[in-house]
């Protein structure tokens, strides 16, 4: 049965089951997803403009993508993710953005220089300004959470404090001392936490399975194989937020292989990694709230013959269109707040560009530096070239909100006109626009009629 309607729901569509499929057919994107021994096959037609997905998650273990589909996906700029039944993101497709050539020279730059250390902080401080909005704002309102709310006034000062001291901490070990002891305090407030069973659940689940539990319990992999519902939910929600993540990088130009506190690896994106840890504890409290409002059943997680549990297509369905679209603009604007800080690292170019200058009869009588380099006016950097005030349109708008402040201009600017008597939306130089604008008007308009 062919679908048409459901548009919301698309905006994050997720595919799932044994021969899913994604091609093009006449100009739309055609999915065929489901469990077909069980009665449940799905077929989507997706036409282009609004009605298409922001982000494809593809949880299916078979199935065939097109080279069409794939081509479809990146014109209208449709990521795509694959992501394992262990919720491993496997490789997401992105399209093409735009390349910041500064940006990545600076990225590779303050990984040598004393900029390291002051990105570094700043990325530490952001994590653990997160923590403590989720423990004293997001987490405190839920109402599993009530009885442990006694834990959050010591968690916030020793966070406090680890913010604090961040300025003595001069290698990469400190940084990550500090990160771990901020962590630990974090999670004593939330392990222990009950989950909100049913009664009747509880009688048929594993005893450990109805509170929330640390990071460091899993199988195998600790952190991968999750042994408890709420780790597998956080497991799955770590890497949608890794595919937000990717696509932040790629929206910014920033280069996913430069890291700072995740160390440089063959086998990894560091990058990512770092701009993971600041949105960690939005995933923690939105997690845990979709468990308190949509309700959690024994149905909804599987648990494999090692103890190891896996969360039901069902569920991982409801839990990226609850988790995306509230995971997309902090990642985009941490992104951006990143790059702003990459744009005042000072890049120590060896080769510039020189030019010549000629005397009136051709001969060259000295080599000067080319024009002055102009500079972005709210992070100083460099230009890439000329006419240009601000390096980027986050830059602009950050130089509008934080120091030109038009708005307050104006409200000081409206102030002194009633002051002095003088209403600004009636007389004056108002009145004599508005009446030129509609003498204008009525010209045209007998001129139409006369016709």
């Not at 449940?40 to 199935?63: D, F, K, Y």
């Amino acid at each position: 049965m062919m679908d048409r309607t459901d548009h919301r729901s698309r905006r994050q569509l997720v595919i799932d089951g044994y021969g899913a499929s994604l091609s093009v057919e006449r100009g739309h994107l055609m999915v065929t997803d489901g469990f077909v021994n069980e009665g449940e096959q799905r077929q989507l037609i997706i036409s282009r403009g609004r009605n298409a997905p922001q982000r494809i998650v593809v949880r299916a273990p078979a199935g065939v993508v097109t080279i069409g589909a794939i081509d479809w996906c990146n014109r209208m700029g449709i990521p795509i993710a694959f992501v394992g039944s262990d919720s491993r993101l496997m490789n997401c497709l992105i399209p093409d953005n735009s390349h910041d050539g500064p940006v990545k020279r600076a990225q590779a730059v303050s990984g040598i220089n004393g900029d390291g250390l002051r990105l570094v902080r700043w990325l530490l401080e952001r994590k653990f300004e997160s923590q403590i909005r989720a423990l004293e704002v997001d987490l405190a309102r839920l109402s599993v959470l009530q009885d442990r709310l006694y834990l959050t006034g010591a968690a916030v000062r020793d966070i406090k404090g680890c913010i604090a001291r961040l300025t003595d901490d001069r290698t990469l070990e400190e940084f990550l001392s500090r990160e771990g002891l901020a962590a630990q305090r974090y999670w004593q407030v939330l392990a222990g936490t009950i989950l909100p069973w049913p009664e009747w659940a509880k009688k048929r689940i594993p005893e450990h399975w109805t509170q929330v539990w640390p990071r460091n319990t899993g199988k195998r992999f600790p952190v991968r194989d999750a042994t408890d519902p709420f780790n597998a939910m956080l497991n799955y929600g770590y890497t949608l937020l890794e595919v937000e993540a990717r696509v932040a990088c790629a929206t910014h130009g920033l280069d996913p292989d430069l890291g700072l506190l995740h160390v440089d690896d063959r086998l990894r994106e560091s990058f990512i990694y770092d701009l993971l840890e600041p949105i960690r504890a939005t995933v923690d409290h939105l997690c845990l709230e979709f468990a308190c409002q949509r309700g959690i059943r024994p149905h909804m997680f599987h648990e494999l013959r090692d103890g190891v549990v896996r969360l039901d297509p069902d569920l991982a369905r409801d839990l990226a269109h609850y988790l995306m679209p509230r995971l997309r603009r902090p990642t985009l604007e941490f992104a951006a707040a990143y790059t702003t800080q990459l744009r005042r690292v000072k890049v120590p170019y060896v080769l510039e560009r020189l030019s010549r200058q000629f005397s009136p009869a051709g001969k060259v009588y000295e080599r000067t530096r080319s024009r002055v380099q102009r500079n972005c006016e709210y992070c100083k950097q460099p230009l890439p070239r000329r006419g240009l005030k601000f390096c980027g349109r986050d830059c602009y708008l950050r130089h509008s909100v934080e120091i030109r402040q038009p708005i307050k201009l104006a409200q000081q600017k409206l102030a002194e006109l009633r002051a002095q008597g003088v209403n600004p939306g009636h007389g004056g130089e108002a009145a004599k626009k508005r009446g030129a604008a509609m003498a204008l008007t009525n010209r045209r308009r007998s001129q139409s009629y006369a016709r």
